[in-house]
């Protein structure tokens, strides 16, 4: 069965400073890969995904992402933290080519951006 | 972009009554409904997938009896929580697949329920 995995419950990050959010996933192929954001009391942004191609894929708000086969990660990146980009992450994998889109979230990672 | 919609975006009711929550899609047509549950700080539990003009199809452990789900058209889902209880209070958020195959979903804005 397939698993999403993000080890990090919580990340406090200073703003201006760098942020890493990290994925695992495990399945049976390459999956569909996706980050989305959500905000408190909010449903889900899609940040980025990836199907196939490059391995480094970019994304809204800044963020990109990068698939890593030999790892199974999918880790998000930001090079410079808003204040309005604390919020509630979530990585998810869904079955590459497969009608219906269902997908498998990971726990989830809340971001706090101190000013 | 794709738009969902979710109405009432939040609800009170009383322990045994019922009450229905609407996902549309406003700009697409959706062939395919997902209903998913969310307990405070925790991820998206998938609890349904819904397609227009079959019969929903429930994950493990997800009672059909009390969460109906119709899908009537490709615009509109709704899950309604039948003789509700406590226990069912939490934030409900539903997604629709604009393309199949491609994995990507559009999510509403959520309903948060809660049972007196």
């Known amino acids: 069965a397939q698993s999403v995995t993000q080890p990090d419950i919580h990340i406090t990050v200073s703003e201006g400073a760098s942020l890493e959010l990290r994925c695992n996933y495990s399945y049976g192929a390459t999956p569909y890969l996706f980050w989305y954001v959500q905000s408190p009391g909010q449903g889900l942004q899609l940040l980025l995904k990836?199907?196939?191609?490059?391995?480094l894929v970019q994304g809204i708000k800044g963020f990109e992402a990068e698939f890593k086969r030999s790892q199974s990660s999918f880790n998000l990146r930001k090079p410079s933290v808003h204040w309005s980009d604390a919020a509630e992450y979530f990585c998810a994998v869904g079955p590459a080519g497969a009608a219906g889109n269902k997908l498998t979230f990971g726990g989830g990672t809340r971001v706090l951006v101190k000013p | 972009g794709a738009v969902v919609s979710q109405h009432p975006s939040w609800v009170i009711c009383k322990s045994g009554t019922s009450v229905k929550i609407e996902c549309r899609s406003l700009?697409?047509?959706?062939?395919?409904m997902f209903w998913y549950r969310q307990f405070p700080k925790q991820s998206l539990m998938l609890m349904a997938t819904s397609n227009e003009g079959s019969k929903a199809t429930y994950e493990q452990g997800v009672e059909k009896d009390k969460f109906l789900i119709n899908h009537a058209s490709l615009t509109l889902s709704t899950l309604t929580v039948t003789s509700a209880h406590p226990e069912d209070s939490s934030f409900y958020i539903c997604s629709a697949s604009r393309d199949r195959g491609t994995g990507e979903l559009f999510f509403g804005e959520g309903s948060r329920l809660t049972v007196l």
């Open positions: 700009d697409f047509q959706a062939t395919t």
């Open positions: 990836y199907f196939s191609g490059d391995t």
